[in-house]
């Protein structure tokens, strides 16, 4: 690949070299910087790369069209696709061209495949880089990506860790250990037929070049927060300039003002089955790379002759894409895979916000009051009964005691306990709720200074409200090296030690808007957002260790050592169940989930005790396999704060809650000020590892 300069002489494409006058010489046009732009390959692309633009000018973007049945013979014709200011990237296939606004005939740029060896006039500079790199596909083909064989990929997922944190830059290399490094490359990639990617942020140049086998599947659903055309328009360019064709961008009307589509998931169909995957990251480099973030996945396979004709699992999913209005081609879709796919061996239940007024027999379908009802089904050992309750997020609402004392404590505290009665709630007041939020030197000292902030946006009349001052705790990040990764994951769980009755990870912030206000004395909820979270249970756990299908891998790296004779080799059939059979869930469905819920129920029957959850620390030795005290087996959690937080320090001036409308003074860890500059959230390339 080379690139044709505005004189006509080509320069060859080199790993992260930089071009401009100092490769054209004095004679390049005035408005091109010593040093204009960056071309970077893209991992996993044959004939794609980053362009990045360096210089004081904006650069556009265009890619050449198939000319109409009217046009001029031996024309070319061209449409712009992006539109970058400096410091802004975009994702450039061969065929392209680029040039600085408004001075066009002088400042063509165009990539092209190696046509011959490059030419360097008098006066010119090779760039950087001396290793050029092999030859492309030939001009005006659309990027073709290349399926590594060797990617590192957690397929057929460890039993061991119930969830894993995504890997972050600049922290040590222990802190990303498995399951601390997981990338979003490792999840969304194989042979997907149907992808839905859902966000509230999409930089559809990043999410490409960090995840670039969603080229090559059938569709690819957009479900996104965004909300200014532009933004809007961007995704779509992205993708056509990337060859694109089958796509679909969809933002889910929002009922309820200041509401958001504030969720973040993939859902992906494979030939053998389904995958689901949960996280916190917004699709940006900066939430993929620099923050503490959270993701659960786990694979579904098509159903068979013995697999019940639906789960609890199938109706939560089905439910929230149904909850979205996807135009209807996609919709039709989703529902089909719901049906399609055998999701009774779910590791989580879905904990799920949806905009509007629930009363009746939904009141009980969404935000705290879901975590409450599920929860109240279940049984717990004795020794957490008043133990306290933690709560990690990144945003903060406009809170009032009542309804974080009164509502979302009491959901929270639900439960049974082995020794009868209720689990109740903790100690009162911060000893029994404790929040975790940021400190302004946790942020002033992070791998992004300042800048780490802008992700945590809780503005000071929310903040600083007096009777929130004892309920903080610092958010540490000690347990997995991530003291210096703010925190974008939100979690949620109830504690004795360092073991758990429970864990919650979310896109639910601590706010009304995404967990819900009980309205009418307690018999309507009102929730302005949607959100997605997953709910992790020792007794979910439990039945998932006896399913028979525990294991499947849609994308497993070896054939599996036993192939089961009932899996259906595609989904291509819906079966569907008898119409008395899906009204017999609904009716069931509590009563059987809770004889399931009960804490050691499936494991007894079997004769082994229930799973226990126990927060562990990087580096450490794994105790997953080893019995604890009662002779039930432990499972990891990779909680990425201590257990018990530390609370904030009254007599420690450090000790302040991070407010993201405050004007701090001072440089951060990079030396700059709390006014920048700053780097765009759009427009990155994920670079190599």
């Known amino acids: 690949m080379e690139v044709e300069c505005p ?93 600085v606004a408004s001075r066009k005939e002088t400042t063509m740029f165009k990539l092209q495949s190696i046509g011959a060896k490059a ?44 969830f894993q944190l995504l890997y972050v830059r600049g922290i040590p290399d222990w802190a990303n250990r498995a399951p601390g490094g997981c990338r979003l490359r ?49 995704i779509k360019a992205v993708a056509a300039s990337a060859g694109i064709a089958n796509l679909v961008v969809h933002a889910p009307p929002l009922p309820v003002q200041f509401g958001t589509y504030h969720s973040k998931a993939f859902v992906i169909e494979y030939e053998s089955g389904v995958r689901v995957v949960v996280h916190t990251a917004n699709l940006i480099y900066v939430d993929c790379n620099n923050k503490s973030q ?48 055998d999701f009774s061996s ?30 109240a089904r279940e049984t717990f050992p004795a020794h957490f009964q008043g133990t306290p309750l933690v709560a990690q997020f990144s945003s903060l609402g406009s809170l009032d005691e009542r309804w974080l004392s009164n509502e979302f404590r009491v959901s929270l505290s639900a439960g049974l306990s082995s020794s009868g ?14 929040l975790v939020w940021p400190t ?111 294991g499947f891998s849609c994308t497993p790296r070896a054939p599996p050592a036993q192939p089961s004779t009932e899996d259906a080799s595609t989904c291509n059939a819906v079966n569907e169940p008898p119409a008395d059979a899906l009204a017999a869930v609904d009716a069931a469905a509590g009563a059987g989930a809770a004889a399931a819920g009960q804490q050691g129920d499936v494991a007894s029957a079997q004769g082994l005790p229930a799973p226990e959850f126990w927060a562990s620390q990087a580096g450490t030795a794994d105790s997953s396999d080893d019995d604890s005290n009662s002779g039930a087996s432990r499972l990891i959690m990779p909680i990425p704060y201590m257990l018990p937080p530390r609370p904030y320090r009254s007599y420690m001036a450090t000790d302040q809650p991070w407010c993201v409308d405050i004007e701090y003074t001072g440089p951060d860890s990079l030396g700059h000020s709390i006014n920048g500059p700053f780097d765009s959230f759009y427009g990155h390339v994920q670079p190599p590892d």
């Open 440 to 550: 302004v030197e946790e942020i002033r000292g992070s791998v992004e200074g300042w800048r780490g902030g802008a992700s945590v946006p809780g503005p000071a009349k929310n903040v600083n409200k007096p009777f929130l001052r004892p309920y903080w705790h610092t958010w540490g990040g000690e347990p997995w090296g991530r003291q210096r990764a703010m925190p974008h994951i939100k979690s949620y769980t109830r504690y004795d030690g360092q073991q758990l009755a429970w864990f919650i990870l979310a896109s639910h912030n601590l706010s009304k808007a995404a967990w819900g206000a009980a309205q009418k004395q307690g018999t309507q909820l009102f929730i302005r957002s949607f959100e997605l979270g997953v709910m992790l249970l020792p007794s979910l756990e439990a039945r998932y260790r006896q399913h028979p299908k525990r």
């Open 346 to 375: 779910a590791r989580v239940h879905l904990i799920i916000s949806r905009p509007g007024y629930h009363s009746g027999p939904a009141l009980k379908k969404y935000g705290h009051l879901r975590v409450q009802a599920l929860l």
């Open 119 to 162: 030419r360097f006039p008098a006066g010119t500079k090779r760039p950087r880089s001396e290793t050029a790199e092999p030859p492309a596909e030939e001009i005006d083909q659309p990027p073709a990506a290349v399926i590594a064989t060797d990617q590192s990929q957690p397929d057929g997922a460890d039993d061991k860790a119930c």
């Open 7 to 99: 004189d006509g002489t080509t320069l060859p494409v080199d790993i992260g070299c930089t071009y401009g006058r100092r490769n054209l010489g004095a004679a390049a046009d005035y408005s091109i910087s010593r040093e204009q732009f960056r071309l970077q390959p893209v991992d996993g692309l044959a004939d794609v790369v980053q362009l990045q633009i360096l210089g004081r000018n904006a650069m556009v973007l265009e890619r050449k069209v198939s000319a109409a049945a009217d046009s001029v013979a031996g024309v070319d014709h061209w449409e712009l696709t992006d539109y970058l200011d400096q410091g802004m990237s975009s994702v450039v296939a061969t065929g392209a061209r680029f040039y």
């Open 186 to 234: 490792d999840v969304v990639h194989g042979s997907m037929k149907w992808v839905l990617a859902s966000n509230y942020m999409v930089d559809m140049t990043w999410l490409l070049s960090a995840c670039p086998h969603l080229l090559q599947a059938h569709q690819l659903v957009i479900v996104h927060g965004e909300r200014t055309p532009d933004r809007v328009g961007a």
């Open 294 to 341: 959270g993701l659960w996945y786990q694979d579904f396979p098509c159903k068979s002759d013995t697999s019940p004709a639906t789960s609890e699992f199938e109706q939560e999913l089905a439910d929230y894409l149904k909850a979205l209005r996807l135009p209807q081609a996609a919709a039709q879709k989703a529902e089909a895979l719901c049906k399609q796919h």
């Open 421 to 434: 009665g209720k689990l109740g709630p903790g100690a009162a007041g911060a000893k029994g709720l404790q």
